[in-house]
């Protein structure tokens, strides 16, 4: 099956460390360009960060910019988020999801099953 998983969530008290994975699984990560999104439920689901296919280029929402780090291995079909200094309102299920460039619009593809982050003291 085509997919990501998603797996590193869990609790943390406000101002924790957490790092997700998501690992490319039956596809070829290495040509597309890879997004974090997260929700909330019963809320709209919303995008956190996206690297392009080479990592040469990152786009946060101003929310996460400067304490969440996208970054990707592609030997390791892996790509990563790095979230530091977590707030409440953090607090969320986070994806990943794939298409071939973080500024053209286009579907995303490869929905994964989501990884649960929890952030209260």
């Known amino acids: 099956q085509e997919q990501f998983v998603e797996s590193g969530g869990g609790l943390v008290q406000p101002g924790g460390s957490l790092r997700l994975s998501c690992l490319a699984s039956g596809f070829n990560m290495d040509v597309l360009a890879i997004k974090w999104f997260r929700q909330v439920s019963g809320k709209e689901r919303e995008g956190v960060a996206c690297?392009?296919?080479?990592?040469?280029?990152?786009e946060y929402e101003d929310s996460v910019n400067g304490r969440f780090t996208i970054s990707r291995d592609n030997a390791e079909k892996t790509v990563y988020l790095q979230m530091n200094t977590l707030k409440t309102e953090d607090t969320a299920t986070y994806y990943c999801?794939?298409?071939?460039?973080?500024?053209?619009?286009?579907?995303?593809?490869?929905w994964g099953q989501g990884t649960q982050v929890s952030v209260a003291s």
């Open positions: 999801a794939a298409r071939r460039s973080c500024l053209v619009e286009a579907p995303f593809k490869y």
């Open positions: 690297i392009s296919r080479y990592g040469d280029f990152q």
